[in-house]
C-alpha cells in the first residue's frame, strides 16, 4: 500500500507557506515534501513540522535565484562555489527537520563533456557531505517541455550515472509524471530504476493536475511499486485542478477513505 507525502511546494496554495503544514496535516497527511524552505527561517518550519507531527521525506538543495531562471548548479562549472555555499545554507534546515534525502538540481546547461565533468564532481562533493549527515543525495530527470534546457533530462542517463559513481548513499528520484513525457514506457524503466531509487513522485500526464487519470494508469504503477517492494512515500507534486482539498477524493482506494497515510 502506497504512503502519500504532501507537496507543499504545489499543494495547498491556497494557503501561505507555513500554513501549509496545517493543511496538509488537517487533510490527513503525515508527511510532506517541498522544495524551497529557505525563504522562511528554520525553526519556524521545524515548529510547524512538530506542530502537525508530519515528517519531511524530501526538499531540495538551494537552487540559485529562480526567478531569474536558475534551476540548479550541479551541472554550471562557473557556480561550484556557489553550489557549495548552496549545501551548506541548506544544512540547518536537513539536521533540524531530519530530511533523509534532498535533491541536487543540474541546472540549464548545454549537453557537453565540460558540463558532465562538472555534474559528476558536484554529485561526489554533495554526496560525500551528505553521506557525513546520514542524508540521500537525489537525481531527478526533469522533462523539457516544462523546463527548456535542463541538462539532466534523461532516465537511463540518471541510471547509468548512478550506477557509475557508485556513491553508497547517491540515489533515483524518478517522478512518472517526468518519465513519461521523456520516454513513455514507464513500468519498464520503473522496474529497471528500483535498485536506486531513492523516492518516487506521482501527477497525471499531460496536465500535472491530480494523478487520477489521463495517460497513466496509476491503479496499475502503485501496484507495480508494492509489487516491486518499493517502501518509501510517493510524492504527491501535482498542480490541483482546484482548491486542494477537494481534488483528494482521488486518495480514497488507497487509504480507506480515511487517514492519507497508510
Known amino acids: 500500500m502506497p504512503r502519500f507525502a504532501a507537496n507543499l511546494t504545489m499543494m495547498f496554495n491556497e494557503h501561505a507557506f507555513l500554513d501549509r ?36 521525506v524530501l526538499m531540495n538543495l538551494p537552487a540559485g ?16 562555489a556557489e553550489m ?15 530530511v533523509p534525502r534532498v535533491h541536487l538540481m543540474a541546472g540549464i546547461a548545454p549537453n557537453d563533456d565540460l558540463h558532465w565533468r562538472a555534474y559528476r564532481e558536484s554529485i561526489r562533493w554533495c554526496a560525500e557531505r551528505a553521506a557525513a549527515l546520514g542524508v540521500d543525495v537525489l537525481l ?3 522533462n523539457r517541455r516544462d523546463m527548456p534546457g535542463y541538462f ?3 532516465v537511463e542517463a540518471a541510471v ?23 520516454h513513455g514506457d514507464v513500468t ?3 522496474r529497471r530504476a528500483m535498485p536506486l531509487l531513492g523516492h518516487v513522485q506521482v501527477a497525471s500526464v499531460p496536465s500535472r493536475h491530480e494523478p487520477d487519470g489521463e495517460e497513466l494508469n496509476y491503479t496499475f504503477l502503485f ?12 510524492g504527491c507534486e501535482y498542480r490541483p485542478r482546484g482548491r486542494t482539498e477537494e481534488g483528494l477524493g482521488w486518495l480514497a482506494p488507497w487509504t480507506n477513505g480515511s487517514k492519507v497515510a497508510a
Open 21 to 56: 503544514f496545517d493543511a496538509a496535516a488537517v487533510a490527513g497527511f503525515d508527511a510532506v515534501e517541498f522544495l524551497f524552505p529557505y525563504d522562511h527561517p528554520v525553526e519556524q518550519v521545524v515548529e510547524r513540522v512538530e506542530r502537525n507531527r508530519l515528517a519531511v
Open 65 to 80: 535565484d529562480w526567478t531569474a531562471g536558475d534551476r540548479g548548479m550541479a551541472a554550471l562549472p562557473a557556480r561550484a
Open 84 to 98: 557549495r555555499e548552496a549545501f551548506e545554507r541548506a544544512t540547518p534546515y536537513i539536521r533540524a527537520l531530519r
Open 140 to 142: 531527478e530527470p526533469v
Open 152 to 154: 539532466m533530462s534523461d
Open 160 to 182: 547509468v550515472l548512478i550506477e557509475e559513481l557508485h556513491l553508497p548513499n547517491l540515489r533515483l528520484q524518478l517522478d512518472l509524471y517526468h518519465a513519461q513525457i521523456i
Open 188 to 190: 519498464t524503466r520503473l
Open 223 to 234: 501496484s507495480e511499486l508494492d509489487r516491486l517492494g518499493y517502501s518509501g512515500h510517493v
